[in-house]
């Protein structure tokens, strides 16, 4: 089998060599009947059953949902529309930087949990604990949180008639059930919420366009008034700061498409397609949104999120004011559906990551047990159970009061996390180094990071930045004055995670990973005849028809 290419550097980062004879196939990455396993002995098979179709448009819609469009309110609120966009836009170019870093390392080793598994290999078991640690945190109030609103947004059509533990219950008998069936049938049903998400998007913003120009039986010309007749940059740094805080919080760290990356069957194909289409993605969602939502609703409305009077979206509240009947419910109901899809991302992906550190030994084994459907039982268990307790944790105390909590919580996981990958970059690309390894160079379409090392560079300079805001509003919080209280409430999951890692190396003594001994062999994919064909058909037609893959959701 001979390449159509000579030797360059393609549009998406690959190195493409021409190949004079085929390559060596090993059986670990047979392709037979569409579903490759990862199998590790002794604690079963988790299924590679999500394609790169499901994994293209599951990253499409991956963490648009409730952050986008509702908690942009909150940050709309507290912070001004000028704080809002540049907090976004800061976290948008860190989404870039995360994704990049991330991206390469999955690319070579597709392993289930993914970067886990690098800071183990790489740099050190104890930072690998602290890594999984705040990602299984991180999405777990991310899963508690999605009930918060979940409750919020029933209520817009139930008004408090439904008892707020009923709703909770419903929420999450709805997302639990799905772990009970095949992993194939949460990917489709993620594609479905992606899909739904998406188009959501697309209308809104052509509803919120409508509206700026006077749309409606009661709308008016909007003409950027919002930005002048009110504060722009409402409370100053700890407005920036709160805005980048929620931004982080609603965009994700994304690395759920690696994890997800790790049981796809073509890891080379979907992770190199997430890593260019992902960041942009971000970027476009959420920079347009904060702007169409800086102009449509005034930052002193009391309907926005942790305002005076009934939450709802800053969509909707544009629409109602706007007289456009029906319409307010049919995003409703949408945002129902994409937040349901986002809540069973914050149970997939802590699962796998206590799986990973079960089979890294950084947690007790039968953790990693996955049952003949492919499915970690054990690590799924106690995730929903966790999940469950945040959950209803909304009936001790106020809704909001615990949303902030889990959002500060969730913040401060994401932008740690964020740091460990692009350390864990500067690691890996050391062991290549120190070893002469060709592994980002060799044949068969290796994939390396444009301009590397910028994205790590960027992404730890951003993630300090974070940490200072979290700092910042832990010692002078929005309209309060310093308290333990607060200062404990911003930095918690801060607290827990540096302290759960520091405690880890004390007591396992664990060894910093030396390069010139780091694995760069277990995990490392090598791709099948059947995808080295589907690659050169992919690179052999012409850009156009490149580009608008990123475009099919089918």
Not at 367 to 376: L, M, S, T, W
């Amino acid at each position: 089998m001979k390449s159509q290419f000579e030797q360059t550097n393609g549009p998406e980062g690959q190195t493409k060599v021409c190949r004079e004879k085929p390559l060596e196939l090993t059986p670990t990455h047979s392709v037979g009947e569409g579903q490759i396993e990862s199998d590790v002995e002794g604690f079963g098979k988790l299924h590679r059953t999500l394609t790169p179709r499901l994994i293209h448009v599951i990253s499409l819609g991956s963490n648009v949902g409730s952050g986008l469009f509702i908690a942009t309110g909150k940050a709309l609120a507290e912070g001004g529309p000028g704080n809002m966009f540049i907090g976004y836009l800061i976290v948008c170019i860190g989404v870039w930087a995360n994704l990049q870093a991330l991206s390469e390392m999955t690319i070579a080793f597709p392993t289930s949990g993914n970067y886990i598994d690098y800071a183990d290999r790489w740099v050190d078991p104890a930072l690998a604990f602290g890594a999984g640690l705040a990602e299984w945190l991180g999405w777990t109030t991310v899963f508690a949180s999605e009930a918060t609103f979940f409750v919020l947004l029933v209520n817009f059509w139930a008004a408090g008639a439904i008892p707020e533990a009923a709703l909770l219950t419903i929420f999450l008998v709805c997302c639990l059930a799905v772990f009970l069936v095949p992993n194939k049938y949460f990917g489709w049903l993620e594609y479905f919420g992606s899909l739904v998400k998406v188009l959501l998007f697309f209308f809104i913003t052509i509803i919120s366009l409508a509206i700026i120009g006077g749309a409606g039986p009661s709308g008016y010309v909007r003409d950027g008034s919002t930005w002048t007749e009110l504060p722009a940059f409402k409370n100053g740094f700890g407005g920036l700061a709160n805005a980048a805080l929620l931004a982080i919080w609603a965009t994700g760290d994304q690395v759920f498409i690696g994890v997800m990356g790790g049981e796809a069957e073509s890891p080379r194909y979907s992770m190199a397609h997430a890593a260019n289409l992902v960041p942009w993605r971000v970027a476009v969602f959420y920079l347009v949104s904060v702007v169409l939502v800086s102009i449509i609703v005034p930052s002193d409305d009391s309907r926005l999120l942790g305002g005076s009077s009934v939450t709802t979206s800053p969509f909707v509240i544009a629409v109602e004011d706007a007289g456009i009947r029906g319409i307010p419910s049919f995003i409703n109901a949408c945002l129902i559906i994409g937040l349901l899809a986002i809540a069973l991302e914050g149970i997939f992906l802590p699962s796998r990551i206590l799986r990973t550190m079960a089979l890294q030994r950084l947690l007790p084994s039968f953790i990693a047990r996955v049952d003949e459907k492919g499915r970690p039982r054990w690590a799924l268990a106690i995730t929903a159970v966790v999940g469950v307790i945040l959950t209803y944790m909304n009936l001790s105390a106020g809704s909001l009061e615990v949303l902030n909590w889990l959002i500060a919580i969730t913040s401060a996981s994401f932008f740690i996390n964020w740091a460990i990958i692009a350390f864990t970059s500067f690691r890996f690309r050391a062991a290549i180094k120190a070893q002469n390894s060709t592994l980002l160079t060799s044949p068969a379409y290796a994939w390396h990071s444009p301009l590397w090392p910028l994205a790590p560079v960027i992404a730890l300079i951003i993630s300090t930045f974070l940490l200072v805001c979290i700092l910042y509003l832990g010692i002078k919080p929005i309209d309060d004055s310093f308290s333990a209280y607060n200062f404990f409430s911003y930095t918690i999951g801060l607290i827990l995670i540096i302290v759960a890692t520091v405690m880890y190396k004390i007591v396992f003594r664990t060894e910093w990973r030396n390069p010139d001994t780091a694995d760069l062999v277990t995990g490392r994919a090598v791709l099948s005849g059947e995808e080295i064909r589907q690659l050169d058909d992919y690179y052999a037609m012409p850009r156009w028809r490149r580009v608008g893959e990123y475009l099919r959701v089918w």
